[in-house]
Antibody
Framework: QVQLQESGPGLVKPSQTLSLTCTVS??????????WDWIRQHPGKGLEWIGS???????YYNPSLDSRVTLSVDTSKNQFSLKLSSVTAADTAVYYC????????????WGQGTLVSVSS | DIQMTQSPSSLSASVGDRVTITCRAS??????VSWYQQKPGKAPKLLIY???SLQPGVPSRFSGSGSGIDFTLTISGLQPEDFATYYC??????????FGGGTKVEIK
């Protein structure tokens, strides 16, 4: 059973960089055919795709966040990570990591989500 | 960017009802649609992928249909555990994703 777990600070100051890591267990992140995704959800709102990374390191970003997002993967630790720079209060959200499958990037496994607040 | 317009934004229904939720894409996207269920404080759960393929372990009362622009999620025989918010998602430019605005299914 694949499991994903987000980790990182729950509070970030404005203008700083938000950093989160997703640890994958129950399966190798290097298995082909899967995307590794970051999704966020603003309080009481809908879902927003942040970006995806393939085990090879190929990255794909939401154009609205492209200039501030960096995704990376550490296959030795079976982890992938998100960095979002120059954060503002508008970046306060629950951040989820997930595994995209079936060639459709249908997210079949999700982390539990972690709330990141941006405040001084 | 491809937009997904989901309707209705909310609905009230009774246990046993047949419920239909629709999503309309801003351009043709083939069958690159997935559907998710989300309960308060929980991560979304994949129900349907490729517009009509049922995710293993999901009850057969959930079904998806459509291709091109218009897509539908149907719950045949609403159960108490189905009261939740449902989202469609398009991935035509895979892996890029956009989600519909959500439909909250409430108890009548």
């Amino acid at each position: 059973q694949v499991q994903l777990q987000e980790s990182g600070p729950g509070l970030v100051k404005p203008s700083q960089t938000l950093s989160l890591t997703c640890t994958v267990s129950g399966g190798s992140i290097t298995y082909g055919g899967y995307y590794w995704d970051w999704i966020r959800q603003h309080p009481g709102k809908g879902l927003e795709w942040i970006g995806s990374i393939y085990h090879s390191g190929s990255t794909y970003y939401n154009p609205s966040l492209d200039s501030r997002v960096t995704l990376s993967v550490d296959t030795s630790k079976n982890q992938f990570s998100l960095k979002l720079s120059s954060v503002t209060a508008a970046d306060t959200a629950v951040y989820y990591c997930g595994r995209g499958a079936y060639g459709y990037n249908a997210i079949d496994y999700w982390g539990q989500g972690t709330l990141v607040s941006v405040s001084s | 960017d491809i937009q997904m317009t989901q309707s209705p934004s909310s609905l009230s229904a009774s246990v046993g009802d047949r419920v239909t939720i629709t999503c309309r894409a801003s351009q043709s996207i083939g069958n690159y649609v997935s559907w998710y269920q989300q309960k308060p404080g929980k991560a979304p759960k994949l129900l349907i992928y490729a517009a009509s393929s049922l995710q293993p372990g999901v009850p057969s009362r959930f079904s998806g249909s459509g291709s091109g622009i218009d897509f539908t999620l149907t719950i045949s025989g609403l159960q108490p555990e189905d009261f939740a918010t449902y989202y469609c998602q398009q991935s035509h430019s895979v892996p890029g994703l956009t989600f519909g605005g959500g439909t909250k299914v409430e108890i009548k």
